[in-house]
């Protein structure tokens, strides 16, 4: 049995670098997919907005470990030779996008009536008037709460050492596996993920309380 030493803290921190790699992965990706599934939402078309409804409520109705599970295992049932680190990003990506979909089409409709009334005034098409007027506005209230979501992001991304990626969570295991000191091991995890969130949420924070005194103005 080995002895919890710097060898194997190290071990653990460099872990981290994987878990904030599949993080900005899974951000990056659900940006893209959040930003459709928003626009998907508030578009004038009824097919979109349903189609974006229905991939919000698969996605946010049913466990992110369980959507881990059926892209790993599923892949290669259907042929499809898959490994941890597309597994853990796809999945992360889907749910990152619907959350991030649902929380910018929150903003989006947050813009007040009369902006919307004086783009199509100026008779703009919907893309003028959504690239032009409303996202550009809806971008500044959705700061906060994307930040905020990041932070569910890095914490998600513990899941996928169910699926064998050897993240902080999964380098933890193997080496309380070798030292079987669980305590001390998983402190040191929780330690790295408290570093990683912490300075976002407080980021958050005081987005959300600048963006209130602006608006109490």
């Known amino acids: 049995m080995r002895t919890f030493g710097f060898a194997e803290f190290w071990f653990i921190v460099e872990a981290a670098r994987w878990t904030i790699a599949l993080s900005l992965i899974a951000f990056a990706g659900g940006a893209i997919g959040g930003l459709l599934v928003a626009l998907g939402r508030t578009a004038q078309s009824l097919w979109a907005q349903r189609a974006a409804g229905a991939f919000i409520q698969i996605f946010q109705g049913t466990p992110l ?11 290669p049932v259907i042929g499809l030779d898959i490994n941890p680190w597309v597994a853990a990003g796809a999945a992360l990506v889907l749910n990152s996008s619907a959350f991030l979909g649902e929380i910018w089409r929150g903003c989006i409709q947050a813009i007040p009536r009369g902006q919307w009334e004086a783009a199509e005034a100026l008779s703009l098409s919907y893309v003028a008037r959504m ?13 906060p709460p994307t930040v905020g ?6 914490k998600g991304t513990s899941l996928a050492a ?6 902080v969570t999964r380098a933890g295991q193997i080496i309380n596996n070798a030292t079987f000191q669980p305590l001390l091991v998983f402190s040191v995890v929780a330690a790295i993920y ?6 976002l949420s407080l980021l958050a924070a005081r987005m959300e309380r600048r963006q209130a005194r602006a608006l109490a103005r």
């Open 149 to 154: 979501y990041m932070v569910q992001i890095i």
């Open 162 to 167: 169910i699926i064998g990626f050897t993240e």
């Open 194 to 199: 408290f570093v990683l969130c912490w300075p």
């Open 65 to 75: 470990l369980l959507q881990l599970f059926l892209i790993f295992f599923g892949a």
């Open 131 to 143: 690239r032009d007027v409303i996202l550009p506005q809806a971008f500044k209230i959705a700061l």
